[in-house]
């Protein structure tokens, strides 16, 4: 494996990388490996994850109270 150094990095964003890796139950190191993986690798997420997200937020919307006269008034507003 590959060795890295980052140099002069600011301290309030050394102070940010430090909580979170205290967070995360990880090492500096590792905290940082993570943020980059997370940047720079893909995840690929499959057709049921978006389902089940997709499901899970439309179960926190309410539902509209438009009827179809309140959309069809709305689309024909302004035309002539």
Same mark, same amino acid.
């Given at each position: 494996?590959?060795?890295?150094?980052?140099?002069?990095?600011? *301290?309030?964003?050394? &102070? $940010?990388?430090?909580?979170?890796?205290?967070? $995360?139950?990880? =090492?500096?190191?590792?905290?940082?490996?993570?943020?980059? &993986?997370? +940047?720079?690798?893909? $995840?690929?997420? =499959?057709? *049921? &994850? $978006? +389902?089940?997200?997709?499901?899970?937020?439309? *179960?926190?919307?309410?539902? =509209?109270?438009?009827?179809? *006269?309140?959309?069809?008034?709305?689309?024909? &507003?302004?035309? =002539?």
């Amino acid at each position: 494996m590959a060795a890295l150094t980052i140099k002069n990095i600011p *301290d309030d964003l050394y &102070e $940010h990388l430090k909580r979170a890796a205290k967070a $995360h139950h990880r =090492s500096i190191n590792g905290e940082l490996i993570a943020c980059l &993986e997370s +940047i720079l690798l893909p $995840h690929k997420v =499959s057709p *049921d &994850e $978006h +389902i089940q997200v997709a499901r899970a937020l439309r *179960d926190r919307v309410k539902p =509209s109270t438009l009827t179809i *006269d309140d959309i069809n008034r709305a689309k024909n &507003e302004g035309r =002539s």
